[in-house]
């Protein structure tokens, strides 16, 4: 079992604003080739060209030339390998948009997880599916933080039978519970399951394969926590 002082963000993987770019771009745009050789680097610096080539074939398809700008933001982009087996590498990726037409302007980010090898690249939309949950606090301001969410993703290329358990260890409460279906290569998206400061328990489990671990939620946590079912183990990193 698996312990973190940090926010949860929680992927089981498979294997693989406006409104967020979706999961099949075309050829308006020119991609980048795969590296000749691939490492965390180059395939952070691939996933990222990916990205940006992937949002400007999908804003160019709906607004004008004009009207959207891929070098702005106050937000960065950014990507970072979360780990790697078998030759591939899983990289999540944000990145940063502008929007400006008629009906106003506004900046965006967008939020996708690559799984990155010499033969494949599958684009996994991280906002595709957004749940708001009813958030569990405290009663006592002063204990409650900004919250965790969690993400559930299937990269396979067939849908997945999904189940979530959120349990408060320190107070013996039982936090969330939900199960549903995610489409192939989607995600599901908890958000702010939890904000009261506490210790949890989350388990998961996405078509076969199942995970459990516990986490500490308070003000001096940062950043997320990505479990990533890669086969025949599980990778559970900070990111």
């Known amino acids: 079992m698996a312990r973190e002082t940090v926010g949860l963000l929680l992927i089981i993987l498979f294997a693989g604003c406006v409104a967020t770019p979706g999961n099949a771009p075309d050829s308006t745009v020119s991609y980048p080739d795969t590296p000749n050789q691939l490492n965390n680097s180059s395939a952070e610096g691939y996933a990222l060209a990916y990205e940006r080539a992937y949002t400007d074939d999908w804003l160019s398809e709906r607004y004008g030339a004009d009207e959207y700008d891929l070098n702005c933001c106050t937000a960065g982009a ?31 980010v967008t939020d996708a997880l690559y799984a990155v090898s010499e033969n494949e690249t599958n684009r996994i939309n991280l906002d ?37 358990t959120v349990t408060d260890v320190s107070a013996s409460e039982h936090v969330y519970t939900d199960t549903t279906t995610i489409p192939e290569r989607g995600s599901v998206a908890y958000i702010r399951v939890a904000a009261k400061a506490s210790d949890y328990r989350v388990a998961a489990r996405v078509g076969a394969h199942d995970t459990e671990t516990e986490f500490v939620l308070d003000d001096s946590t940062d950043g997320d926590l990505f479990v990533i079912e890669m086969g025949d183990r599980v990778l559970i990193v900070r990111a």
């Not at 970072?80 to 591939?88: K, P, R």
């Not at 606090?137 to 849908?159: K, M």
């Open 78 to 108: 950014d990507a970072t390998v979360l780990g790697a087996q078998d030759g591939t590498y899983y990289v999540r990726v944000q990145f940063p948009y502008a929007v400006s037409d008629g009906g106003g302007e506004g900046d965006y």
């Open 128 to 164: 595709a599916n957004r749940v708001t949950t009813p958030q569990y606090v405290s009663t006592d301001p002063d204990r409650n933080t900004a919250g965790v969410n969690i993400y559930l993703v299937n990269a396979a290329a067939e849908s997945a039978n999904a189940s979530l």
